[in-house]
């Protein structure tokens, strides 16, 4: 024991680069040198565990009971179930904050989990195109998700590999962990890059729809599709979609800032950005859609039509 916690203490003063945290316990070790440099905080991340574990099963009861955006609650089903495994690697940490594991569970799968919800809000633009008409779009509605759909598997399958390098690394191999940190950071710019065409695109179809209603009026409107426009369910949806948007696009950005800094960055290091920037961005995001589910929003529009037919449209 005394030769632990020798090392221990060479490892605070900075002396022992190749201390290894498996071996650290709260009676020999301090926290500064956990991964975090902070023991983190076991009622915010049980709450957010909860919250996103509770979304997932609305998101399925709602996609079951609907049948409806089958693809939307499959993705947002994944991304909160990810949310809710990164968390509980989190409450792990709070019971040893120098295990490896738990670290590389909770950084995977928070990392990982919004391109699962990115992938969802990006199922919805060819159905809002299709409401309000194709011919306002500068692109056909089957193409948004052709092109925005590979942009997240991309995204997600670096976010995955940088993650999986990582998590492979040992404590002393800093090389292997910063190239795995670097194919992260890759997946979340392309995720950054992707959202940001997505809301330029999205604001686009926006200004076009409004110009050709100032130009055309109603007729520059489908028809078909009046009653569910003007319903307070499908505005409401509108801007859920937006807010949540822009939620993601926020998060991703300060993940980008974060993991820029390296392991030992201080941003990695503060707990209270971290819940601010990460946990309430992503989990407003999914609470709105959850409550602005579009299975139920886009209800008045259907009118006996299948979503086959409105997708091939």
Known sequence: MSGILSMAIAAIAGRDEMFDRELCTFDICDI????????????????????????????????????RFIGFTIAMVLGTIGETIGYVGRILMWNNPWKQIPFMIQICCLTLAPAFLAAGIYLTLSRIVTVFGAENSRIRPLWYPRIFIPCDIMALALQGAGGGISSTAGDDDRSQADLGKNIMIAGLIIQV???????????????????????????????????????????????????????????SIYRIAELSEGWDGPLLSNEGLFIGMESV???????????????????????????????SQ
């Open 32 to 67: 500064s040198i956990s991964w975090y440099k902070y023991r983190p905080s076991l009622p915010a991340n049980a709450a957010f565990a909860a919250l996103f574990f509770i979304s997932a099963v609305i998101f399925l009861i709602q996609g079951v009971v609907t049948r």
């Open 281 to 311: 961005f992503v989990v407003v995001s999914v609470l709105i859609l959850n409550a602005f589910h579009p299975s139920r929003c886009f209800k008045a529009g259907y009118d006996g039509k299948t979503e086959k037919a409105i997708d």
């Open 193 to 251: 890059v992707t959202l940001t065409i997505f809301m330029a695109l999205a604001a686009d179809f926006a200004f076009r729809t409004q110009s050709r209603i100032r130009a055309l009026g109603n007729a520059a409107l489908d028809s078909s599709y009046s009653h569910l426009r003007a319903s307070s369910q499908f505005k409401l949806f509108l801007l859920a979609l937006s807010a949540s948007t822009v939620c993601i696009y926020v998060r």
